[in-house]
């Protein structure tokens, strides 16, 4: 995950909507740093940001929740391509609102200041501390992997502590002032990258040899379904399907940044299209080899209950000494991961001076995620809360389009993706979130009173004033 750019550009937390400053911020260019960024700048940095550590512990999570390898392959596929075409509504939106904040701006303009208070509320009470404590379980798992004798896994208290402690370092490194650095930021990168590639070629020489443990030593193959294994109806398939869906999309997250780095671009018209399009398509194909390669060296069961599945699959096809060395380049890459989202967390919600309270409370936040949470539940408490903003954005766009809204956009040139694309991706976003509620209403529960508490501190702020929309104002 690289460091966001000039994510400072975002409104602070609680500014008081239609204030000057909040009016000049929209405005404001920066002219000595923007336009700086090329298509191929932008396509690395929504590349990085989509390949996060998640990919490495989250195979894992998919592989419990569906009935064999093939399926499990769906739901990468199936959550890209759903990706795809929220990344697709987002080209218009970044183009229709070329200020950089992204999603912030995004429902100011289509519903009013309060939705832009409210995603930035959700987004550092639940979404960014889950992903730091997730990510401190990757930066755990690994870690004691590494230092743990064969055969006695750590006990769970070991791993929360572990998780606890990277949380709080990296809170404290950024409280001082002190941040990752493009260098380490690229290395970080190259780490990911590089384990990747090894798992996907070695996977493809396993598979051409056929001496794979897992689909190739299996009568089952990509679909079957061993008999002792118990059959579910169609409707808790779905659900289940659902929550492999959004382990897949955490992994995917990332794509909904480019608003931050759109400021940015030399040419945003011609390269924001192809930088998204772009890296879609790359995402999605090293993800889907990857995780083949995984299914054909490793046996199912391993994938359900190994949650370091690179050190499984070193460890079988290289020996200890790669288990050992992936344990380090994840836990290492975990950790980078890490730093750049309390980085994010800091830039999100107020300017760099002010950013101590907030950088420590969502400290707070997230070693209580990583005490009381597991890290399944997690990932489906992110995707509801997280899919339930990006359902709204695109709603906005249908909205934004319907009203003919007057809003600028770069050069006057209008660029409209496929009508099909935001209704798609908005109804099965909308879907997979009812069904997330269904299968665990605690957790939409929980969600609600966050963002009914964060409307109180909104009408505490700015009175009743603050809650008008764009139409009204």
Same mark, same amino acid.
């Given at each position: 995950?690289?460091?966001?750019?000039?994510t400072d550009e975002t409104s602070p937390f609680l500014q008081?909507?239609?204030?000057?400053?909040?009016?000049?911020?929209?405005?404001?260019?920066?002219?000595?740093?923007?336009?700086?960024?090329?298509?191929?700048?932008?396509?690395?940095?929504?590349?990085?940001?989509?390949?996060?550590?998640?990919?490495?512990?989250?195979?894992?999570?998919?592989?419990?929740?569906?009935?064999?390898?093939?399926?499990?392959?769906?739901?990468?596929?199936?959550?890209?391509?759903?990706?795809?075409?929220?990344?697709?509504?987002?080209?218009?939106?970044?183009?229709?609102?070329?200020?950089?904040?992204?999603?912030?701006?995004?429902?100011?303009?289509?519903?009013?200041?309060?939705?832009?208070?409210?995603?930035?509320?959700?987004?550092?009470?639940?979404?960014?501390?889950?992903?730091?404590?997730?990510?401190?379980?990757?930066?755990?798992?690994?870690?004691?992997?590494?230092?743990?004798?064969?055969?006695?896994?750590?006990?769970?208290?070991?791993?929360?502590?572990?998780?606890?402690?990277?949380?709080?370092?990296?809170?404290?490194?950024?409280? *001082? #002032?002190?941040? $990752? /650095?493009?260098?380490?930021?690229?290395?970080?990168?190259?780490?990911? %990258?590089? &384990? @990747?590639?090894v798992i996907i070629v070695l996977g493809c020489g396993v598979?051409?040899?056929?001496?794979?443990?897992?689909?190739?030593?299996?009568?089952?193959?990509?679909?079957?379904?061993?008999?002792?294994?118990?059959?579910?109806?169609?409707?808790?398939?779905?659900?289940?399907?659902?929550?492999?869906?959004?382990?897949?999309?955490?992994?995917?997250?990332?794509?909904?940044?480019?608003?931050?780095?759109?400021?940015?671009?030399?040419?945003?018209?011609?390269?924001?299209?192809?930088?998204?399009?772009?890296?879609?398509?790359?995402?999605?194909?090293?993800?889907?080899?990857?995780?083949?390669?995984?299914?054909?060296?490793?046996?199912?069961?391993?994938?359900?209950?190994?949650?370091?599945?690179?050190?499984?699959?070193?460890?079988?096809? *290289? #020996?200890?000494? $790669? /288990?050992?060395?992936?344990?380090?380049?994840?836990?290492?890459?975990? %950790?980078? &991961? @890490?730093?750049?989202?309390?980085?994010?967390?800091?830039?999100?919600?107020?300017?760099?001076?002010?950013?101590?309270?907030?950088?420590?409370?969502?400290?707070?936040?997230?070693?209580?995620?990583?005490?009381?949470?597991?890290?399944?539940?997690?990932?489906?408490?992110?995707?509801?809360?997280?899919?339930?903003?990006?359902?709204?954005?695109?709603?906005?766009?249908?909205?934004?389009?319907?009203?003919?809204?007057?809003?600028?956009?770069?050069?006057?040139?209008?660029?409209?993706?496929?009508?099909?694309?935001?209704?798609?991706?908005?109804?099965?976003?909308?879907?997979?979130?009812?069904?997330?509620?269904?299968?665990?209403?605690?957790?939409?529960?929980?969600?609600?009173?966050?963002?009914?508490?964060?409307?109180?501190?909104?009408? *505490?702020?700015?009175?009743?004033?603050?809650?008008?929309?764009?139409?009204?104002?």
């Amino acid at each position: 995950m690289a460091d966001p750019l000039h994510t400072d550009e975002t409104s602070p937390f609680l500014q008081r909507p239609g204030s000057a400053a909040s009016r000049d911020d929209q405005r404001h260019e920066h002219p000595a740093v923007a336009r700086k960024l090329t298509l191929v700048n932008g396509l690395a940095i929504v590349i990085s940001l989509q390949i996060g550590s998640g990919i490495f512990s989250v195979p894992s999570q998919i592989s419990q929740f569906v009935s064999a390898p093939g399926y499990g392959l769906l739901a990468w596929l199936f959550g890209g391509l759903l990706v795809w075409t929220g990344a697709a509504s987002f080209i218009e939106l970044g183009l229709r609102i070329p200020n950089n904040g992204g999603i912030q701006e995004y429902l100011r303009a289509c519903y009013g200041e309060f939705a832009g208070f409210l995603f930035t509320w959700v987004w550092c009470i639940i979404i960014k501390p889950a992903a730091n404590s997730m990510i401190a379980t990757i930066f755990a798992d690994y870690l004691t992997e590494a230092f743990v004798p064969d055969g006695q896994p750590p006990e769970p208290w070991v791993s929360k502590l572990i998780s606890a402690g990277c949380i709080v370092t990296m809170t404290l490194v950024n409280c *001082l #002032g002190a941040t $990752a /650095g493009a260098k380490a930021a690229n290395l970080f990168l190259f780490l990911k %990258m590089a &384990a @990747l590639t090894v798992i996907i070629v070695l996977g493809c020489g396993v598979w051409a040899f056929g001496h794979g443990e897992g689909v190739p030593s299996s009568e089952y193959g990509w679909f079957g379904q061993p008999p002792d294994q118990r059959e579910v109806g169609l409707w808790e398939w779905l659900g289940n399907f659902g929550t492999a869906t959004f382990g897949a999309l955490w992994c995917y997250a990332g794509w909904e940044m480019v608003g931050f780095v759109l400021g940015d671009m030399k040419n945003p018209r011609r390269d924001l299209p192809i930088v998204i399009n772009g890296s879609m398509v790359i995402v999605i194909i090293g993800f889907m080899l990857m995780n083949a390669a995984l299914y054909v060296c490793l046996p199912m069961s391993v994938m359900r209950t190994s949650s370091t599945v690179a050190v499984e699959f070193a460890n079988r096809i *290289l #020996g200890s000494w $790669a /288990g050992l060395l992936f344990s380090v380049i994840v836990s290492i890459s975990a %950790m980078g &991961a @890490l730093n750049s989202n309390v980085f994010a967390t800091a830039k999100l919600v107020v300017v760099a001076s002010q950013r101590g309270f907030p950088l420590l409370l969502n400290c707070t936040f997230s070693v209580v995620y990583v005490v009381v949470g597991s890290f399944n539940g997690l990932v489906t408490f992110i995707g509801l809360a997280a899919y339930t903003i990006f359902f709204s954005s695109a709603v906005g766009l249908i909205i934004l389009r319907q009203r003919d809204a007057r809003v600028p956009t770069i050069k006057g040139a209008e660029y409209s993706t496929w009508l099909i694309n935001p209704i798609i991706f908005s109804a099965i976003s909308g879907l997979l979130v009812v069904r997330g509620v269904i299968s665990d209403p605690l957790q939409g529960a929980a969600i609600l009173l966050v963002a009914i508490f964060g409307a109180g501190v909104f009408y *505490l702020r700015f009175g009743l004033r603050g809650f008008k929309t764009t139409e009204d104002r």
